[in-house]
């Protein structure tokens, strides 16, 4: 075992396989932005506190700010791309269109990602829930609440 | 009305036609902007508040491998002039005294943040391992961080040559407002303080240039709110025609102000493209966001407040402190204070008012625009001062506002500054927030919450959202900019429409409510009306998407095109059909008899008569229009909270929100709430959370998101809305401004409701944010205030 | 915002991670949720990482005689979510919930919380609290200090840069003990301004037979408010013996300032939310 500068990963994105060599030192975020392509994974902050660069590892929310792309090696990493199947919204998709949980649409990926994790946990949750649920994710533009409206009609739309 | 008549679009609450590509992951940032071979842009920027620059010296960074160059404002000697505001006289006061913004820094720093050394590389990784080894040599000096100090004699000078740190001092003062101070009943004095706060919208700053060498021409994206006068600007200040400049504002990720600027960072990276021939990029980083991007609001009110003894508004009085750090917000000159004074009248009848306001240099980052501009803090004084009279008098709080609000027919109102209020709804948004939120019954609540041990209080703010300046009142203020908007409304030959804008959205839904507006006024369907915006290559010319203007200026214009083309589509049909114009309409996308409906000619076929030279009409298929809005457009609202007051902690919470509201006709009430309630929660973050700190010598002691906090879904009540719609009898559609209004009155609502809580003890806020700490010191100041015998 | 290059090896047993420390020159990534924004940020610069992640003995959360024994890459969800910790240690799955927000907890684990020491999050508070044992390991061998001789100041721990945190151990609960976790921050997932936590038995006439108050953010290390809980053992819970109580543990602490609150604001927190933690750790059960 010894240290390396770069290695090989081989991931599943959005359920295809992957495979690249990457510096030790590439955040996740870059790989999948710069690597890939994928750029609706979005940074706002780079220091883990705004939650726009949120996607989902084997299925948990994880700030990919701060998570190195060799950390993802073997990993099922899901991206706002993925999240429709063909041109078919997703439940929280449609109901961030219905309920106009977005303005300029900076965060919203990362909304969409947690509460993807969120419901998973908890299919059916009470308003102060997804309040807690999302805090982690800043939106500057919507005051949250039709965000959290979108969330509970998503929910509904799920069970 | 017609048997074909549909259901109106403009107006309708229909869901936003922009938001499914963003949904799937398809919106283009400027980050996104797909570009081979493209460097990046890393800053090394000042650690110091004020210094002399002794040395920098690059050849360690510049030997790096994957690092393009490395420049210091040496390099740009000659090549690119400093930034300096033109057009810089404001109504009532002196010039505003400009000051040149270096595009970087040379010779002395003046604020921690500021640009100092730009260096290029392969990718940001490397330019930033690369500013690491840029080897600098910095002679601190005494800086200066505090306004009030900044006006001391003897005070560190920001700007040498001047002999002071005054930008501008204007003073007005219009009615017997001394008379009037002396008559009064009652007089009530305080001094409010704002945090100095920032817009910090999700996307930070950002852009791309690219220069093709052949065709000299520079194509530039920016994460902008006004891409044309990024375009004029980029022009002059690298000597290269407007024609050949071509700015495109992708998808923006938020604005709220912060990017209605040009900044030296810009200036200089199309600078680069041109030198090196290949495409440049900057992605500002969330720290250079904080530190020196944009910061908003800061200011001292010093107000006093005449009344008679039945709460009768006699006259206001009022010095205003701004701080506006260290250069000119470009290319504008900041113009804060006055938008302050400005807005201490209100929704009130007042006779009398003096005011003077004093523009301060410090060595901080430069404040510029940021949603509601000096009202704020302008409604909390005057909803404070307000309060503290109604109290001195043993009046009800609104029973004083409701006596003294103009009332709807005595617009349009012309007010003590000789603005005219065209139409408005005062009392009645006034009454109807208290109706919803239980204000009669709420005492009652109030005491028995009390016997409790809980302290929970109710505070309003009533005030005029000023909107959508016109040209002659924008030069007036100081900015050399035009209050007109102009749009396109192009004929497409399948009987579609497409819209072009001269301004873009930032997030403000305008592919939806200016398809709204064409559609109506063109008879077609929402969907076969198309949205473009943000390119200057294929938009008519525009301004800026900020000061509440683009419903009133761009809403104006869409109109205006759209019924001129609509006026010719139906003289074409008129001569296709023989019957007389007066006789059609269009709906649903086809010409009709206007009497009974009857289909008469499609919109696409009409269209191909036209382009075939068919229908008597040899034009080309599209007009534009521009718009100029009258002076001033004005918005009315009352807002009203309910707190709670942890009075151990000194934690507030909001528990329930009301905003009645005034917007005059409505493009879009979806489009309408959503501002609202995202404009509101950007006040309860001025209110309660948000605040840029600097200690004494200059450093930013907020430098991340874990230092500044802007409020989460957990700190935001859910808005509870209620419209009326009193349209301006001015405009073209009866628009008014309102994207502002939303974070114009959570602080003067809050800090009201945080004073009533806190009643019992006295207590009178006075300065935002009302962190735990500030609201434990103002109980503890006002229970030693009583217990020394005041 | 870019961290700066560094090597980066994830071993797949301890005795890897063991041997790849062993020179005290790299330094050892598990959450990453404290660690990579000061890399991010440049505030922190690193040779090396030894990715801890994939170390299966390090993710062990079990019942091991009787006590709560936690490996030290077990994340802040699992914990919030455990079985066993709830019934063995209850305070653990509550203060877990307190940590930050959803992506945060998903990720950051608890050895990463206590070998980052800041004396403001939760994990170093309720290790103070209830005793728990730091197991640190290194090429040479393993041993175990108490919380209280584990943090030696703000971001600052007894272990050698040659060793990793491997486990944290918390003893059961005894029957009857009541906590109380009480966090003042300035937003809901904040770290805490001032935390205090309580644990408190009474016996069957309500008089304390042990007590524990431990503080959070109001000093360099987290603190067992010592005198304080001499005060309440043996107390009736009477309002005289809480007030003194809570002054004790403020006059214990000596905090520093910083935007979001000064000390003299942080000591008067410490005297509100220890009396709060104290009340409702010894309230009669539900």
Known sequence: MEFQDRRTIRLRVNGRDVERDVEARRLLADFLREDLGLVATRLGCEHGVCGACTVLVDGASVRSCLLLAVQADGAEVGTLEGLAEGGTMHPLQQAFWDHHALQCGFCTSGFLMTACDLLASNPDPGEDEIRHGLSGNLCRCTGYANIVDAVAAAAKAMR | MSAGATAKILGARVRRVEDPRVLLGEARYVDDVPLRGVLSVAFLRSSYARARIASIDGSAARSMPGVTGVWTAEDLAGSLAPLRVEHAQAAGGGPFRTCEWPVLASGTVRFVGEAVAAVVADDRYLAEDAVERIDFDFDPLEAVADMEAALAPGAPLVHDEWGDNVFQRVAMSNGDVAGAFRGAAVVVAERFATGRHLALPIETRGCVASFERGSGELTFWSSTQMPHVLRSELSRALALPESRVRVIAPDVGGGFGLKAHVFPEEILVGWLALRLGRPVKWIEDRREHLAASMHAKHEIVRGELAAARDGTILAIRASILCDVGAYTEYPWPTFEPNVTAGAMTGPYRVPAFAYEATSIATNKASLGAYRGVGQPIGVLATERLIDLAAAKLGLDPADCRRRNMIRGDEHPYRTVLGTEIESGSHVECLDAALERIGYAGFRSEQAKAREAGRYVGIGIASYVEVTAPGSAVWQSMGPAVGGWESATVRLELDGNATVLLGVNSQGQGHATTFAQAAAETLGLRLADVRVVQGDTAITPRGWVAGGSRCAVACGGAVLSASGRLRDRLLAAASRLSELPTGALEIQGGIVRRAADGGEVVPVRELARAMALGRAGDDGPLEETARYEPPPLTHSNATHVVTVEVDVETGQVKCLRYVVAEDCGTMMNPLVVDGQIQGGVAQGIGAALYEELVYDENGQLLTGTLMDYLPPTSSDVPRVEIIHFETPSPYTLGGFKGMGEGGAIGPPGAIANAVADALAPFGARPTEIPLTPERVLALVDRARSMREGGE | ?286
Not at chain 3, 20 to 30: D, I, S, W, Y
Not at chain 3, 57 to 75: P, Y
Not at chain 3, 109 to 127: K, N, R, Y
């Open chain 3, 1 to 286: 915002m870019k961290p700066g290059r560094f090597a980066y090896a994830c071993p797949r047993t301890l005795d890897e991670a063991l041997a790849l420390a062993a020179n005290g020159e790299a330094k050892c990534l598990a959450g990453g949720q404290s660690l990579m924004p000061m890399l991010n940020l440049r505030l922190a610069r690193v040779e090396a990482l030894i990715d801890l992640n994939r170390v299966p003995e390090l993710a062990r959360l079990e019942r091991r005689d009787g006590i709560l024994q936690v490996g030290a890459t077990v994340r802040h969800r699992a914990l919030e979510e455990s079985p066993i910790a709830r019934e063995l240690q209850p305070l653990v799955p509550r203060a877990a919930r307190e940590i930050g927000h959803l992506a945060i907890r998903n990720r950051g684990t608890i050895g990463g919380s206590l070998a980052h020491a800041d004396p403001a999050a939760e994990w170093p508070l309720v290790a103070a609290l209830l005793d728990a044992e730091v197991t640190l390991a290194s090429a040479g061998g393993a041993r175990k200090l108490p919380a209280r001789d584990f943090f030696l100041g703000p971001l600052t721990t007894a272990a050698s840069p040659s060793e990793i945190v491997t486990a944290i151990t918390f003893p059961a609960a005894a029957a009857g003990t009541r906590f109380a976790f009480h966090k003042l921050c300035r937003r809901p997932g904040d770290f805490a301004i001032v935390a205090v936590a309580a644990a408190i038995r009474l016996d069957a006439n309500g008089r304390c037979v042990a007590a524990s108050l431990a503080v959070g953010g109001a000093h360099d290390v987290p603190l067992r408010a010592r005198a304080a809980e001499g005060i309440l053992t043996g107390s009736g819970g009477e309002i005289d013996a809480i007030r003194s109580a809570a002054d004790a543990a403020a006059r214990d602490c000596e905090p520093g300032s910083d935007v979001h609150g000064s000390a003299a604001f942080r000591r008067r927190m410490v005297t509100v939310l220890a009396a709060r933690a104290i009340r409702e750790a010894s309230a009669p059960a539900a």
